[in-house]
């Protein structure tokens, strides 16, 4: 590469970044792990009390099992949806159209997310007429109107997750339509003549062609997961045993002021997330050595 | 197409077409009922106010009025725009610096700084909470446009760097030859050069970050949580749901006011936002 600076030039235009990136995350990140070996004030030393709590209470062992609902639920559905619909709007002549409409979520908050979703799941007795889609649907088919939000533990939790689906599937279907399109046609065009059916064109052409795109964004799904937090915050606010790890953390911190746990909670997170910060540095590495 | 090709496909039309009324749906409905006067919403679902000519008449754009006037959301409309639009600029030209040092400028330690950034991209921002805001209230930037505009920049950082790095490392090195043959200065050729051959990925970039600053909930909650004059839409239409959550004509209406920058950017500049997903996910 050239070497186009002379002396310490560069650190004029490192400098500012340097800052922010030191002053906002580094430091920050370092003095949250101290934070999360000292008691609710951060005063008094406690050990790996905070650590103990966090993995032993209800609240938080609650937290764990619905992040893990979320990782496996979310981010099937999400990859699972995008990569149908890569396939199948391939087909279809209003492809951009239907794409569009996938992915406009993505442009939204995910508190007017919750807002479109709390509405689509407003609840009122059977006495009165339903002004919430899904309860206007079973009551249509005779069925009694469900209190979506409140119905512990499953139902609820899934409901939120599909909050999450609809608005990720559209970022997932964008990265694999275009990988999809990277596919020579002329390899599924043999495979057809061949005598495969689609289901196996398919199976043994199109997935191992998208399989490192599948597996980036996969990860992908799953970093953004655990750190999943306005969806709930938004809907529930954890209540009905649908809280998450971030959301924990953040009540915590607001509104028991216990700056211990809510650190550790933190630094729970961010070890689940590790893995995947080593592997995106390992997939920069890679991508520098071809360079 | 042959007639029975045409039969056969029918099943595939169904399936993208059904995808694509669940995926609308919610949105729609929202959409209607922020018109809808509230004892109207009540008494009858949005879908029936569609299919009802009749209905069309009663329309009303008072929800709106109540919002914006009534409810803070005109004040929190102007906040989002005030913390939005500096924090890019902010955010990009820090970058976009560090991003032609990193790619065309030869020191010790870069390998090291660039696997940093790219290890900074997906570190929770929950890691860094408590620290900042205790930095924040120490210097007293809680809850003031400067605090929000530094945080959010540090936290864009990373990634905007690291899509704009791949794009600066990207072009060819013949260019630079000539520029320093003509005696073109390293900040000469940023400016002449780099900046203006890039705008494609500046664009990308300066969407990236607006829709995420101006779609952000935990950052403003925890920086501005506490001074409702300071808050920008998402921090608004939160509290609204705290406080009004059974009022669905102002959720509706507030919400959808919350979401027009964020689709008009979105409808208008779909290629930018696409390419800066591709480029930012798809690389490696």
């Known amino acids: 590469m050239t070497v186009t600076n002379k002396g310490r030039a560069h650190w004029f235009y490192l400098a500012p970044a340097l800052l922010l990136l030191g002053v906002f995350l580094v430091y920050p990140s370092a003095e949250t792990i101290r934070l999360s070996f000292y008691g609710?004030?951060?005063?008094?030393?406690?050990?790996?009390?905070?650590?103990?709590?966090?993995?032993?209470?209800?609240?938080?062992?609650?937290?764990?099992?619905n992040n893990l609902l979320w990782m496996a639920v979310f981010t099937l559905f999400t990859v699972?949806?995008?990569?149908?619909?890569?396939?199948?709007?391939?087909?279809?002549?209003?492809?951009?159209?239907?794409?569009?409409?996938?992915?406009?979520?993505?442009?939204?908050?995910?508190?007017?997310?919750?807002?479109?979703?709390?509405?689509?799941?407003?609840?009122?007795?059977?006495?009165?007429?339903?002004?919430?889609l899904l309860n206007a649907i079973i009551v249509g088919m005779g069925g009694q109107p469900v209190w979506l939000l409140i119905q512990r533990p499953w139902l609820n939790n899934l409901a939120l997750i599909a909050v999450g689906v609809w608005v990720w599937t559209g970022f997932c279907m964008v990265i694999?339509?275009?990988?999809?399109?990277?596919?020579?046609?002329?390899?599924?065009?043999?495979?057809?003549?061949?005598?495969?059916?689609?289901?196996?064109?398919?199976?043994?052409?199109?997935?191992p062609f998208l399989k490192s795109t599948l597996a980036m964004i996969t990860t992908t799904m799953i970093v953004f997961v655990l750190k999943m937090f306005d969806i709930v915050y938004i809907m529930t606010n954890g209540a009905y045993d649908t809280d998450v790890i971030a959301n924990r953390m953040y009540n915590e911190m607001f509104q028991f002021n216990n700056y211990g746990t809510a650190s550790a909670i933190a630094v729970i997170l961010f070890l689940a997330i590790v893995p995947f910060i080593v592997l995106n540095v390992r997939r920069f590495r890679a991508q520098e050595a071809v360079r | 197409m042959?007639?029975?090709?045409?039969?056969?496909?029918?099943?595939?039309?169904?399936?993208?077409?059904?995808?694509?009324?669940?995926?609308?749906?919610?949105?729609?409905?929202?959409?209607?009922?922020?018109?809808?006067?509230?004892?109207d919403l009540l008494a009858s679902g949005w879908w029936t106010a569609v299919a009802t000519p009749s209905e069309w008449g009663r329309f009303t754009t008072g929800n709106?009025?109540?919002?914006?006037?009534?409810?803070?959301?005109g004040r929190a409309f102007l906040n989002s725009f005030i913390i939005t639009v500096p924090t890019t600029l902010i955010t990009l030209t820090i970058a976009a610096l560090a991003a032609y040092a990193l790619s065309w400028m030869e020191f010790r330690g870069r390998q090291v700084l660039l696997m940093t950034v790219v290890g900074l991209i997906v570190i929770p921002l929950q890691m860094t909470l408590i620290p900042v805001l205790r930095m924040f209230n120490v210097l007293r930037l809680s809850g003031t446009f400067p605090g929000i505009w530094l945080a959010h920049a540090g936290y864009?950082?990373?990634?905007?760097?690291?899509?704009?790095?791949?794009?600066?490392?990207?072009?060819?090195?013949?260019?630079?030859?000539?520029a320093y043959m003509d005696g073109a200065t390293p900040f000469t050729a940023f400016l002449r050069l780099v900046l203006p051959l890039s705008v494609p990925v500046l664009a990308s970039a300066a969407i990236f970050q607006f829709l995420w600053v101006w779609n952000d909930l935990l950052v403003a909650l925890v920086y501005l949580g506490g001074y409702s004059e300071v808050a920008p839409l998402t921090l608004r239409l939160s509290l609204l749901v705290g406080?009004?959550?059974?009022?669905?004509?102002?959720?509706?209406?507030?919400?959808?006011v919350s979401m027009i920058v964020p689709m008009v950017v979105f409808f208008s500049l779909q290629r930018y936002f696409v390419r800066g997903i591709l480029a930012g996910a798809v690389k490696g």
């Not at chain 2, 709106?64 to 959301?73: E, I, S």
């Not at chain 2, 406080?243 to 959808?256: E, I, M, P, V």
């Open chain 2, 243 to 256: 406080s009004r959550g059974q009022d669905w004509h102002l959720l509706t209406s507030a919400a959808f």
């Open chain 2, 64 to 73: 709106y009025q109540d919002v914006l006037l009534r409810q803070g959301m």
């Open chain 1, 40 to 65: 609710p004030r951060s005063d008094v030393f406690v050990g790996v009390q905070n650590y103990l709590r966090a993995f032993t209470s209800a609240p938080m062992l609650t937290t764990f099992r």
């Open chain 2, 156 to 178: 864009g950082l990373p990634l905007m760097i690291y899509l704009l790095r791949n794009f600066f490392g990207a072009l060819p090195r013949e260019l630079f030859e000539s």
């Open chain 1, 176 to 207: 694999l339509s275009a990988a999809y399109k990277g596919i020579p046609r002329e390899m599924q065009e043999a495979a057809r003549i061949d005598g495969a059916n689609e289901w196996q064109v398919f199976r043994c052409v199109t997935i």
């Open chain 2, 2 to 39: 042959s007639a029975s090709r045409k039969v056969r496909r029918v099943p595939l039309h169904l399936v993208v077409i059904v995808l694509a009324l669940i995926w609308l749906s919610p949105s729609l409905g929202l959409l209607v009922s922020s018109f809808r006067p509230r004892q």
């Open chain 1, 80 to 132: 699972g949806m995008g990569l149908l619909l890569a396939v199948i709007l391939d087909r279809v002549r209003y492809e951009t159209l239907i794409k569009s409409v996938i992915f406009l979520p993505m442009a939204i908050s995910y508190v007017a997310a919750g807002v479109i979703w709390r509405f689509v799941y407003a609840f009122r007795p059977a006495v009165a007429p339903q002004i919430g």
